[in-house]
């Protein structure tokens, strides 16, 4: 159980173009959903934290306009890559967590690479 | 916001060995710590857990100790494998911040 999906896995795209990362929770309402950053060999930084229904809480120094984050619905989020550039290319992860839970539950990841 | 420290980033031991890894948190209200190993290109796993009202929990090679007046606790891998070689993350409830890491590579 706990299964979070991400997708997709790996995108390339041209400098200026917008790109949407999805994160789906499986088998459990995710009421709570976190994005992260990674760069190679560093650890995962936090982006946003969105909780079903409200706008995401960003970190600081987070675009918020410059990464959308979306929250509908208890299965799904979504992160969105706004005009991207070259130095937006990261490892981008998220997770979840389900309302009274601790665990977190991570997806796969989604490497975005921006040309 | 809370603030996470990990060490040491890198360590490598022999197959057979012992593993620990250490980490200390700033914010006395976190109460959960998890432990995450992360394989090359994939997303983190929990692996082990512990919550602030206990002070050791063990499953099978792995175990975390936590000591909450000192604010560390610590990942413990026993009789390492080549397969446990990864990079290891801890992490505190508040925030849910990641330390830096450790990658670990047990040397066959």
């Known amino acids: 159980g706990a299964v979070v999906s991400q997708h997709p896995s790996r995108v390339i795209c041209k400098s200026g173009t917008s790109v949407k990362i999805e994160c789906r929770s499986l088998?459990?309402?995710?009421?709570?959903m976190f994005w992260y950053r990674q760069f190679p060999k560093q650890s995962l930084m936090l982006m946003a934290t969105?909780?079903?229904?409200?706008?995401?809480?960003?970190e600081q120094g987070v675009e918020k306009d410059k990464f959308l984050i979306n929250h509908a619905s208890l299965t799904l989020s979504t992160l969105t890559v706004t005009s991207a550039h070259p130095e937006d290319s990261s490892f981008y992860i998220c997770?979840?967590?389900?309302?009274?839970?601790?665990?977190?539950?991570f997806g796969s990841g989604t490497q975005l690479s921006v040309l | 916001g809370e603030n996470v420290e990990q060490h040491p980033s890198t360590l490598s031991v022999q197959e057979g060995d012992s593993a620990v890894i250490k980490c200390t948190y700033s914010?006395?209200?976190?109460?959960?710590f998890p432990w995450y190993k992360q394989e090359l290109g994939k997303g983190p796993q929990l692996i082990i857990d512990?919550?602030?009202?206990?002070g050791e929990k063990k499953d099978q090679r792995i175990a975390v100790t936590l000591n909450k007046t000192a604010k560390h606790f610590s990942l413990h891998i026993t009789e390492t494998q080549p397969e446990d070689s990864a990079v290891y993350f801890c992490?505190?409830?508040?925030?849910?911040?990641f330390g830096a890491g450790t990658r670990l590579t047990v040397k066959p």
């Open positions: 997770s979840a967590r389900y309302r009274g839970g601790e665990k977190l539950f």
């Open positions: 088998d459990f309402q995710a009421t709570t």
């Open positions: 969105s909780n079903e229904g409200s706008k995401a809480t960003y």
């Open positions: 914010d006395s209200a976190s109460n959960y």
């Open positions: 512990i919550r602030s009202n206990v």
């Open positions: 992490a505190a409830s508040i925030g849910m911040r």
